[in-house]
């Protein structure tokens, strides 16, 4: 018989060598894998279930204690306590950020954990050394204070102690001098403003773009101590810098909005137009943020308009600005990318945001206290803390995002706006967040699209003048479509009321409508609401950018008198208080 015939012993041997190979491949478990494998498994398990398998023998013990390991765990909806606090902290000693961050918010507010403010002060910089963002941990510390001897006056205090040391970690005696100076220009009924500006400018003698990008203060021109640095002097270091790293978001930001107002430096206006489109082209994003959690709860995106709508309410009781109503807003649309939210927990989640931003941002903020009372107790204290950790971690320290309301405002300034003409554009930026989350545009284009049908609500010769055409690269093509959505969602389904969203009492959410209204016959005066016929008129109107050799000014924007045509509103709509549980208000 042939060795090769089917039926030949070695022919058997081998089939059957086959057939046991096989059997012990698809015998072999989790524990017979090599450890570099096993390690790649335990980088994506959640801290539950690395707890479960670290119980299972000694090998899976010693790995799941890694540091590699520890600093990619997952915690999910876990919060420390004091059953549980080793697990967080010794993954935030292996550079764990969401154990570090979560870790310190708990043991500031004594949520869960014995309060403790020197370890809650150590892990909060351990979270801080791991961001790119500016320096974020001060807002939990800033004023105002219970008392002067309240534990977050003592970290103040003892911040101010080692930014004064001569020596230790360049970055952290950064982070420290820039903490500092944040916590002092809320204290300006104690402190002369030459004295934050000091600490500024001796964060960006450590290295701090942010400490440096602070100078730019209206003050920093004339009150910096001795020697004086004037603000061309800082605008040309800022610039210097960022060109040769990257920076923080909130730097580029500061130096573009110089820029727009006028003040160009040494380079002149060549290089802050340059500096302005590489900004829009670094924000831009491919519309992922449109698919939010969000919409698995309520299809048509009515739940986060009610929020939307109920936290335009609380920041205008508030006298916030428009900036912490923008910065809540995109805290909000942020961890809706990344989080899922029921529909009992938005509210929180909205609330909690406004409280982290109005921190960043307002001299008088929201307490957690007052927070919770004005979700008219629906939710309560520890629940408030907890989310404000979370907020923190998904938004990785990056409290202040860029949104098309910053470009507005840039828009604005290089075309030398009116104040008039300023609140009609400011009500359609507000307007377009309702119903489209921050993300789903890129923001220089959304800007400019607001800017587009404003310009021609308020009958301007030119809604895309040559100037802001030169300082954005943005062409009448880019903005149709843009230009048509925001229309449709803004002008169509609100302004006109064709797709109104109603409160639990049936009456329509119309506050920032009721905002920037006029008393009078004519509640917007100057303002008329343009149907899609008007738009595409506009739109086919070709606008040429000026030549290289030309210098475009606010001259370009001309005014047609036309007259105008009143925008009808409602004017007996009532009003919703501010003080209730939005989370039922679909209808």
Not at 232 to 245: C, E, G, N, R, T
Request: net charge neutral.
């Amino acid at each position: 018989m042939s060795a090769k015939s089917p039926h030949s012993p070695a022919t058997r041997r081998r089939n059957g060598h086959a057939a046991k190979m096989a059997r012990v491949q698809t015998e072999l478990g989790l524990l017979d894998l090599p450890d570099e494998l096993l390690l790649a498994v335990l980088y994506f398990a959640p801290n539950a279930d690395l707890l479960s398998l670290a119980q299972v023998c000694k090998r899976l013990n010693v790995l799941a204690l890694t540091r590699g390991v520890q600093s990619r765990v997952r915690f999910g909806n876990a919060w420390p306590i004091d059953g549980r606090r080793d697990i967080f902290d010794r993954a935030a000693q292996a550079g764990n950020f969401e154990a570090a961050i979560k870790l310190g918010v708990a043991l500031l507010y004594g949520e869960g954990v014995t309060a403790c403010s020197d370890k809650a002060f150590e892990m909060l910089l351990t979270a801080q050394a791991q961001c790119k963002a500016e320096p974020f941990i001060w807002l939990l510390f800033r004023p105002p204070w219970s008392t002067e001897t309240c534990s977050k006056a003592r970290i103040f205090l003892r911040m101010a102690d080692e930014g004064k040391l001569p020596e230790g970690d360049r970055m952290r005696k950064a982070h420290m001098l820039y903490s500092v100076a944040k916590i002092l220009t809320f204290q300006t009924s104690q402190v002369e403003p030459p004295d934050c500006l000091s600490w500024f400018l001796r964060a960006s003698e450590c290295g701090s773009v942010d400490g440096l990008a602070q100078l730019l203060s209206a003050e920093s021109a004339t009150s910096l101590p001795s020697p004086p640095m004037e603000k061309k002097a800082v605008i040309d270091s800022l610039f210097s810098v960022l060109s040769s790293s990257a920076g923080t978001s909130t730097a580029r930001l500061a130096l573009c909005k110089e820029f727009c107002k006028g003040n160009y430096g040494e380079g002149g206006r060549r290089r802050a137009i340059g500096f302005l489109q590489s900004l829009a082209s670094s924000v831009r994003v491919d519309g992922a943020l449109d698919r939010i959690s969000v919409d698995e709860m309520d299809t048509q995106g009515r739940m986060r308009y009610i929020l939307i709508d109920w936290l335009s309410e609380v920041a205008e009781l508030k006298t916030f600005s428009s900036e912490t109503y923008f910065m809540t807003v995109a805290l909000v649309d942020k961890v809706l990318q990344y989080s899922r939210i029921s529909r009992r927990t938005l509210q929180l989640l909205g609330i909690s945001a406004m409280v982290v931003a109005a921190r960043y941002q307002e001299q008088l903020i929201i307490t957690i206290r007052e927070a919770a009372w004005m979700t008219d107790d629906t939710y309560q204290y520890e629940e408030i803390v907890r989310t404000i950790g979370q907020v923190l971690f998904i938004c990785r320290g990056e409290i202040k995002m860029i949104t098309h309301n910053d470009f507005v405002n840039m828009y604005m300034d290089i075309l030398q706006l009116g104040q008039d003409v300023r609140s009609y554009v400011q009500m359609v930026s507000e307007l377009s967040l309702l119903m489209t989350p921050i993300g789903r545009f890129p923001p220089d284009l959304q800007a400019a699209a607001i800017i587009f049908l404003v310009l021609r609500s308020c009958n301007f010769g030119l809604c895309w003048p040559p100037v802001i055409s030169e300082w954005t690269g943005i062409t009448i093509e880019q903005l149709a479509p843009v230009v048509r959505c925001i229309h449709k969602l803004v002008y169509f389904d609100h302004l006109m009321e064709n797709a109104p969203v109603y409160d639990h009492r049936g009456d329509p959410l119309r506050n920032i409508q009721n905002k920037f209204r006029q008393e009078g016959d004519n509640p917007f005066p100057g303002f008329r609401i343009l149907d899609r016929a008007q738009v595409d008129a506009a739109l086919a109107v070709r606008v040429d950018p000026p030549p290289a050799h030309r210098t475009s000014s606010s001259s370009d924007v001309t005014v047609n008198a036309t007259q105008n045509c009143p925008m009808e509103v409602d004017s007996k709509a009532s009003r919703r208080a501010p003080f209730q549980n939005i989370t039922n208000n679909v209808v």
